[in-house]
DNA sequence: TACCATCTGTTAAAATATTAACAGGGCAAA
DNA sequence: TTTGCCCTGTTAATATTTTAACAGATGGTA
């Protein structure tokens, strides 16, 4: 890529960043449904978003549409994949093959060329040294080891709330680049780590909130 | 609660609300500790934010610590759980029961008292009509009747992608309140209905983003 | 050809969200 | 008792994000 799409890409909103994920995957979809060009509005219904916001995050991709047929849904995809995506692709680690950790690994598996999930660490003495859907499984002590030998940039937490300090004394130890918590307990890392957090107690919560909100109105309007 | 207070409430930012979710699972943990008032700036570090940031999102529930001691933990818990919680509870689906729906169900069940999940839908035969995690699970066509029963509120949506339409279709029907979507094909909903997604595949993408621009960054540095 | 509808791309404005700055007050130590 | 420190609460300033507004361009249509 050249240097001037590089600094393009440099001052990225964070918001549009993960707005481009999404929209990638919603190309992807219209891709293989044999669509080929893709208006702003189109793609900001899906998103429940606005045209104005989907046309303003391609700008600052420099990407450019055409007149009165939209974008190229193929260009588009490339695009977004030079900016997100590594070259090399980036292996993933799944810490803790409890439930969740399963569920995540299933997800995400084949569902991007770029992120590999190449192991799984967990301290169930069953599980080490097998494969748990199709994942190799080490203990937490072989975890420099191996983040090293098989160049794991990420690390997707998922072990119960007791195990994180250990578990993140480790990761750092071991050269992580960057975390995704999925833990309730909040990870603290150096900040060359690159750091994001998902509780999905919260998300409900929040859903539980403007739902009471919504009952609370309808209750005021009825007198 | 009185309605100067439901004022207060009414207008808070999406962001504080998330915030004070997770400030009272914070708070929740300090109090198992035995620890009874805290600071802002406390608070602050295990959220990896300011403390002016805690103590505005207090300001604007009209919370008041007290001066060099903090905020009264106890106090702080009720008040949040004021805000967020329904009185008597909202009850909770989860629309498949899947590896994902069954991750969420075992990691949300019993966390909060106010938020319980009493069914699962799912279309394979040798679920339906047994409890799977405690939780009795559902063939998707009784949704409507067992909504309505069990007066559920809030649907969590765990199902393939391509029975979304369906999916949504019949939550609507059945008169749900808000849906929280962890699949990665966005649905859609009436306005009277609250819509949260959730797509774990953004998240770890934006991961991988800023791994690679931390690493462009540190071979430009290098040259 | 002239007009109209409908896209994109961009700048300007508005709305949200975060951070800075500081007043006010209480406790502790000198 | 006075000084200094370290809290909270709040307003003001800044930064970020979203939305509005509109110029420009293309193709269909009369």
């Given at each position: 890529m050249v240097k001037e799409t590089q600094n393009l890409i440099k001052g990225l909103p964070h918001k549009t960043i993960e707005r481009l994920s999404q929209y990638r995957r919603a190309l992807l979809i219209c891709l293989e449904k044999g669509k080929e060009y893709i208006f702003s509005h189109e793609i900001a219904e899906i998103q429940h978003i606005t045209s104005v916001q989907v046309r303003r995050d391609l700008m600052l991709i420099g990407y450019s549409g055409t007149l009165r047929k939209g974008y190229n849904i193929k260009e588009l995809i490339n695009l977004i994949g030079n900016i997100i995506d590594s070259p090399g692709g980036i292996n993933v680690a799944i810490i803790g093959m409890g439930n969740l950790g399963r569920a995540v690994s299933k997800y995400l598996t084949h569902k991007?060329?770029?992120?590999?999930?190449?192991?799984?660490?967990?301290?169930?003495?069953?599980?080490?040294?097998?494969?748990?859907?199709?994942?190799?499984?080490?203990?937490?002590?072989?975890?420099?080891?191996?983040?090293?030998?098989?160049?794991?940039?990420?690390?997707?937490?998922?072990?119960?709330?007791?195990?994180?300090?250990?578990?993140?004394?480790?990761?750092?130890?071991?050269?992580?680049?960057?975390?995704?918590?999925?833990?309730?307990?909040?990870?603290?890392?150096?900040?060359?780590?690159?750091?994001?957090?998902?509780?999905?107690?919260?998300?409900?919560e929040k859903v539980a909130f403007f739902v009471k909100q919504a009952m609370i109105e309808e209750e005021e309007n009825r007198m």
């Open positions: 991007r060329q770029k992120l590999t999930i190449v192991a799984g660490f967990d301290i169930n003495s069953k599980k080490i040294g097998n494969e748990i859907l199709g994942i190799p499984c080490y203990a937490p002590d072989e975890m420099k080891q191996i983040v090293e030998e098989k160049k794991i940039g990420i690390a997707i937490i998922t072990v119960p709330a007791t195990k994180i300090p250990e578990t993140t004394k480790r990761l750092i130890n071991a050269g992580i680049r960057g975390v995704l918590n999925f833990t309730p307990t909040p990870v603290v890392v150096p900040d060359n780590i690159f750091l994001e957090e998902y509780d999905m107690i919260t998300s409900l």
